[in-house]
Nanobody
């Protein structure tokens, strides 16, 4: 049973910072991509940032220069440092991991339970 456990959400004023962390636990063989998605009320879930096992990073345009994703492969964790937050960043943030749990099957997607980030103006 694979679990992705998030921490670090909360309420912050515009211009402030938050750091999200996510740890993968359970039985798995490898982790491919890890990243963060977010879903604001009435909107679809969208990718915020991702980092591959080789360190390749991808950001969605609105967060470039403000958010930094990092990964610790030894600890199976991924973090998102969010600076210069604005009200448009308010959403539930979900940790995502693409993990391989079996030698006989390919990697599949796993999700955390979500953590609320609220930015007040």
């Amino acid at each position: 049973q694979v679990q992705l456990e998030e921490s670090g959400g909360g309420l912050v004023q515009a211009g402030g910072s938050l750091r999200l962390s996510c740890a993968a636990s359970g039985s798995f063989l490898s982790i491919n991509d890890m990243g963060w998605f977010r879903q604001a009320p009435g909107k679809q879930r969208e990718l915020v940032a991702s980092i591959a096992s080789d360190g390749t990073i991808n950001y969605v345009d609105p967060v470039k220069g403000r958010f930094t994703i990092s990964r610790d492969n030894a600890k199976n964790t991924v973090s998102l440092q969010m600076n210069s937050l604005n009200p448009e960043d308010t959403a539930v943030y979900y940790c995502h991991g693409r993990l391989r749990t079996s030698r006989w099957a390919g990697a599949r997607d796993y999700w955390g339970q979500g953590t609320q980030v609220t930015v007040s103006s």
